[in-house]
């Protein structure tokens, strides 16, 4: 596929010969990409989802009460303006999320540096976890945090959840390391050992900065599926977004409307971050 | 009259990769100031040779004393002697995340532990030495490969080496780029460093070299002054390799 945005510079009548230059099924390929093509498709898929979900609901003599949607979201009572049920448990899931990265990131940097020391024992230390952690189910993962360290170690439901997610997501944040490391021309480890540096200095100074670059993308693409992920917790009822979810649904009945509610809350998130990556890696391209 | 202590001294020295024999019993003696030219075949081991000296790569059996400092697997002793021993690389090797300057400071700030302040004027005191103290806000990618080249000197002569490593530090520059490189290097010469030089630049040789080197699959096949190595070499093999690379 030849980069369009180079030639749409060149004017339009460039673009125009661009599209001319084409065979037919390649012009249909490209109008298919282009971004009212995409918008078209995702508003058609979206309508295909509504429609059969109101199908269904009405088949099975469903009542919708969107009008007890709000509530859940804020409440203006006499004391004034409060923050409903699912914004609140929104801020714990990110909460959870944010913590739960940071120590991925601290957790995944240890393990990539001890698989790329060259040392025989670490290398194998940081291979078994991640073999370990890789062919564990995360649900898997959390019972064995929550139900057997836990009692061990004397640590609650959230300190669980948090340990599991961020074992769990360390795995592949030490591949973004490991490859982010490796990206790096090896000539520039050479020049830093040979005016003396240590490794740590090596890639603290000269080898890190210039990784991210290559991180930052698949970094915050591993922040986006953490913050799904972080849906799982909800069965060991950590009071974060979707267990909110769950609850009032059981007290409600109202299944339909706050699942919905609650995807829509997780999109938003997931595509606002998904916004600011695209916005970093723009910025990057041009600091470089 | 009396000799200069060595600053290196390199005996039968050999170097492995894998079953491969790169260096095959080699020994040379450095002194303090001296220049020392290595010359010969792609392939002969002239690379491994100068980055087994800061020790870049392990030499596999031999002795390699450097500034009075035995190189082995003692951590300390490595570092030691890479403070002391600068390199100069045919691909740069420049920070490209850092400024010219940046580049120049943080070897020193880092690692000899002095101030910005101290680094920053130190810095400049050498790119005005290679002739560009107007480029040091750039960073390396604006420069041209001749510049770059300089600023890789520079960066290596702010650690404040004892002697300096060159591994065909022009093969990479476009032929115009070439003598201002070559000019830095015969400055420093001048100047007394010891240098130990891998280049097929033999003008510079000739102006600088106390001693020319020639090697060939790992072994040194010929060292002798640059009078006698230019006018009469020893052996065949290094009078055919002089006769090509003269040529033109
Ligand atoms: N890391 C390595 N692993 C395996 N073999 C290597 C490695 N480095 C060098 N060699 C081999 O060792 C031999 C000597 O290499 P070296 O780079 O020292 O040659 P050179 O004289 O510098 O050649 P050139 O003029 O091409 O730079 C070559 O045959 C090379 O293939
Ligand atoms: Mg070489």
Request: proline residues 4%.
């Amino acid at each position: 596929m030849p980069n369009p945005t180079s030639t749409v510079q060149e004017g339009a009548s460039g673009y125009a010969r661009f599209l001319a230059q084409m065979s037919t099924g390649k012009r249909i390929g490209f109008y298919l990409k282009s971004k009212p093509a995409s918008v078209a498709v995702y508003l058609i898929v979206i309508y295909i989802i509504v429609q059969t979900a109101l199908t269904g609901a009405e088949a099975m003599g469903y009542t919708w009460r969107w009008y007890r949607i709000p509530e859940y979201l804020f409440q203006l009572t006499d004391e004034g303006f409060q923050w409903g049920e699912i914004p609140i448990g929104l801020v714990k899931t990110l909460q959870l999320s944010i913590q739960a990265f940071a120590l991925a990131v601290l957790l995944g940097l240890c393990i990539a540096l001890l698989r790329l020391s060259g040392l025989l024992i670490s290398t194998s230390v940081a291979v078994a976890y991640l073999e370990f952690v890789r062919n564990m189910p995360l649900l898997v993962l959390l019972y064995l945090f929550y139900y057997v360290l836990g009692p061990i170690f004397k640590f609650d439901r959230y300190t669980a959840s948090l340990l599991c997610l961020a074992v769990f997501h360390s795995a592949l944040v030490s591949e973004i390391f490991r490859a982010g490391i490796n990206a790096v021309n090896i000539g520039q480890w050479e020049a830093a050992k040979s005016i003396g540096m240590s490794s740590a200095q090596a890639y603290r100074y000269i080898i890190l900065p210039q990784s991210i670059k290559f991180m930052l993308p698949p970094m915050m693409g591993e922040a986006v599926h953490l913050i799904k992920s972080s849906a799982i917790v909800s069965v060991i009822a950590v009071a974060e977004l979707t267990t909110i979810g769950r609850n009032i649904i059981s007290d409600t009945y109202l299944s339909f409307e706050i699942w919905f509610t609650i995807a829509a809350v997780y999109m938003v998130v997931t595509l606002l971050l998904s916004v600011f990556v695209t916005f970093l890696e723009k910025k990057y391209a041009v600091a470089t | 009259m009396e000799e200069a202590p060595a600053v290196i001294e390199i005996q039968n020295l050999d170097k492995f990769f894998g079953k491969f024999q790169a260096l095959n019993d080699v020994s040379l003696k450095v002194r303090s100031g001296e220049r020392v030219v290595i010359c010969g075949p792609s392939g002969s081991g002239k690379s491994t040779l100068i980055r087994c000296i800061n020790r870049l790569e392990e030499h596999s059996a031999g002795r390699l004393v450097v500034d009075g400092i035995e190189l082995d697997d003692e951590t300390k002793n490595v570092r030691a002697v890479r403070m002391e021993v600068g390199m100069v690389f045919q691909q740069f090797n420049l920070f490209p995340h850092l400024t010219v300057l940046e580049n120049l400071t943080v070897g020193p700030m880092r690692v000899r532990k002095i101030s910005r302040k101290e680094a920053e004027a130190r810095a400049r005191k050498f790119l005005e030495r290679v002739h560009i103290p107007e480029q040091a806000e750039k960073y390396p990618a604006q420069l041209s490969g001749g510049q770059q080249q300089r600023v890789a000197i520079a960066r290596s002569l702010c650690m404040e080496p004892r002697i300096m490593l060159f591994d065909e530090p022009t093969s990479a520059l476009d032929p115009e780029m070439i003598n201002e490189v070559l000019d830095v290097m015969v400055e420093l010469a001048e100047s007394g460093m010891t240098m130990i030089c891998v280049t097929h630049e033999m003008g510079f040789a000739r102006k600088v070299a106390d001693m020319m080197v020639f090697m060939e699959e790992g072994r040194i096949i010929e060292s002798a002054p640059p009078g006698e190595f230019f006018s009469s070499p020893r052996s065949d093999r290094c009078r055919m390799f002089l006769d090509q690379i003269l040529e033109h």
